[in-house]
């Protein structure tokens, strides 16, 4: 699949936080689920340089990308469309991401970052199968409750 990144709009953003609901366990990632992190998603002051919409090469929407510099490091977070997860594209999604990040800041550390809920196994693999490895585990407040994340580093 082609993935071009384009700057975060308010079409893209609304789309995503408000038509993209996931099934089951998974919907803990859908945007309205915490009340804070939507207000932030739909913070346009926040998108620059930092939000990206990912489009297909039919210029659809399938995805999002944030980039946060932590200490000089590069954290990365997304979203796959929910149509689209589970079919074998998360790798090549999160890879594509990053190299996107890499090119786009002019990134020269040696190693990314990422959280994730530790009940999300799914994404786990798919991170473990493309180099990261879990570094710690750590309680946020999130969607009405505590839940436990897991930081993942790759080496790049």
């Known amino acids: 699949m082609h993935y071009v990144f384009v700057p975060m709009n308010k079409e893209y953003a609304y789309e995503i936080a408000y038509n993209w609901k996931y099934d089951g366990a998974y919907s803990f990632y859908d945007m309205t689920a915490d009340e804070d ?74 190693s990314v970052m990422l959280a994730v809920a530790s009940f999300n196994k799914r994404a786990i693999k798919v991170y473990e199968k493309i180099g990261f490895k879990s570094e710690e585990k750590y309680i946020q407040k999130t969607n009405g409750g505590e839940f436990e994340f897991i930081k993942m580093k790759k080496v790049i």
């Open 37 to 110: 992190d939507l207000k932030d998603f739909l913070n346009e002051d926040s998108w620059q340089g930092q939000y990206f919409a990912v489009l297909n090469d039919r210029s659809e929407l399938i995805g999002f990308y944030l980039f946060i510099f932590e200490c000089g490091t590069m954290w990365i977070g997304f979203g796959l469309k929910p149509e689209l997860t589970g079919r074998k594209i998360g790798a090549e999604f999160v890879i594509e991401g990053i190299n996107f990040g890499v090119k786009r800041f002019g990134y020269k550390k040696n």
